[in-house]
């Protein structure tokens, strides 16, 4: 079960993180005011710095994929996490995007909601099946310019389906966190699980930093649910 943890704002940072448990570790380089972005130079450091130690992981909200290919070749991640507004980037340019550039992989997000939107969700997981590396479900923030950063959890039940329908590797996110990611794990089997808001610690004037303690409660968490599955 894979540990993903957003998001990294120093090289020091994301080391801390991944010696806490995490395999995966995102990056948001970014000139929007996403929560915890960073330049595209820091970005690169912090990619440089990990190495091959985690899966580096670089997310984009941008719906133009002009602007997506100069991120990607100023940051050089191993994944792209794509997370426009639902309809902004559709499968076709996700293609078009794979060709332009070879050697990173696609992680799309999926909004998922409740039963009123389950059908387009497991709809839009089909349809990016086909152009995807990975999927990650997420819960759309009303104040957020992209899927996800809602610290929100969505109906897992659909989550669930989505799993069991596609055949490419799917990472649960949406307001998961220390006390929930078990029953989460439980309920969704995922590839693996991702923590933005509930492994933060928010820091006095606004913004956030990482906390260490958290990350490494949550990695445990999810090690345990992990064991007690294969039992």
Known sequence: MRVQIYTMQTPDEALQVINAGAHHIGITPSQRGLPGEVSFETARAIV???????LRIALTVESDPALIIEMARAVQPDMLHLCPLRGAFSPDHVAALRAELPGIKIMQAIEVGGADTREQAINDARAYEAV???LILDTQAPDIAGIGASGKTHDWTISREIVESVRIPVILAGGL???NVGAAIRAVRPYGVDSLTHTNEKLAGGGFRKDILKVQRFAGAVRAAAKALES
């Open 48 to 54: 440089d710095a990990v190495g091959d130690k985690a």
């Open 132 to 134: 995807a590396d990975m």
């Open 177 to 179: 966190s220390l006390f």
